[in-house]
T-cell receptor
Framework: NAGVTQTPKFRILKIGQSMTLQCTQD?????MYWYRQDPGMGLKLIYY???????DKGEVPNGYNVSRSTTEDFPLRLELAAPSQTSVYFC??????????????FGPGTRLTVL | GENVEQHPSTLSVQEGDSAVIKCTYS??????FPWYKQELGKRPQLIID?????GEKKDQRIAVTLNKTAKHFSLHITETQPEDSAVYFC???????????FGKGTRLSVIA
C-alpha cells in the first residue's frame, strides 16, 4: 500500500491564482481530512469528509473548497490565492473517527508559497 | 465543541532524562486520545494512543496516562534519546463522526 499520497510536493503561486492539491489514499478509509500547518504552529483542520459525497467544514475553511466523488480521492481547491495561504498542507485519512480503527494516517504534505 | 490545551509549548531535557507533556480536554464525551510525533520536515505519525476505558498504556520507553475525572492525559518518555527530538501533538475525539481536535504541540529538544 502506498498509504496517503499528495501532489505536488512544492508549489509557488502568485496572488490571485488558483490550484488544486491532490490527495489519494489506497487504504479504503472512509474519513479524509485536510489540515494546514503554518511554520512552527499546530495543525488546523480545513475540511473533512466522512465518505464519498459528504464533506464538512473544519476550523479554517475560508478560501478553500473540497469535493469527494470517490472513496480514494479528496482534492483541495484554492481559489484566488492569498499570501495568508502560505503553509504546509497535509491530507490524512482514517477508517473511522473516534472508534477503534480511527488512527489518522498523514500524507507527506504539500509546501505552498503564495507571492 | 472540544478544546484541547497542551503544555509546555517547548521542553528541553538532557539525554537520558524523562520528559512529560500534558494535555487537558473540555468535552467529557471524548473517549480517544492519541499522540502524534512530527520530526522536522516530516508528516505527523501516531506513536501511542489510549481509550477512555484504560488508565495507562505503555510501549517501551513511552507511556500515556489518562485521568477522566480531571479530563487530562499525559505523555511520558523515559531515557530520552536525541532521536526523540520532535514536535509532539496530543489530540482528543468522541465517538461518531467528530474529527480529532489537536493540541498546539510541544517542541521537545533532547540535548546530548
Amino acid at each position: 500500500n502506498a498509504g496517503v499520497t499528495q501532489t505536488p510536493k512544492f508549489r509557488i503561486l502568485k496572488i490571485g491564482q488558483s490550484m488544486t492539491l491532490q490527495c489519494t489514499q489506497d487504504m479504503n478509509h472512509n474519513y479524509m481530512y485536510w489540515y494546514r500547518q503554518d511554520p512552527g504552529m499546530g495543525l488546523k483542520l480545513i475540511y473533512y469528509s466522512v465518505g464519498a459525497g459528504i464533506t464538512d467544514k473544519g476550523e479554517v475553511p475560508n478560501g478553500y473548497n473540497v469535493s469527494r466523488s470517490t472513496t480514494e480521492d479528496f482534492p483541495l481547491r484554492l481559489e484566488l490565492a492569498a499570501p495568508s495561504q502560505t503553509s504546509v498542507y497535509f491530507c490524512a485519512s482514517s477508517y473511522t473517527s473516534g472508534g477503534p480503527r480511527d488512527t489518522q494516517y498523514f500524507g507527506p504534505g504539500t509546501r505552498l508559497t503564495v507571492l | 465543541g472540544e478544546n484541547v490545551e497542551q503544555h509546555p509549548s517547548t521542553l528541553s531535557v538532557q539525554e537520558g532524562d524523562s520528559a512529560v507533556i500534558k494535555c487537558t480536554y473540555s468535552d467529557s464525551a471524548s473517549n480517544y486520545f492519541p499522540w502524534y510525533k512530527q520530526e522536522l520536515g516530516k508528516r505527523p505519525q501516531l506513536i501511542i494512543d489510549i481509550r477512555s476505558n484504560v488508565g495507562e498504556k505503555k510501549d517501551q520507553r513511552i507511556a500515556v496516562t489518562l485521568n477522566k475525572t480531571a479530563k487530562h492525559f499525559s505523555l511520558h518518555i523515559t531515557e530520552t534519546q536525541p532521536e526523540d527530538s520532535a514536535v509532539y501533538f496530543c489530540a482528543a475525539s468522541s465517538s461518531g463522526n467528530t474529527p480529532l481536535v489537536f493540541g498546539k504541540g510541544t517542541r521537545l529538544s533532547v540535548i546530548a
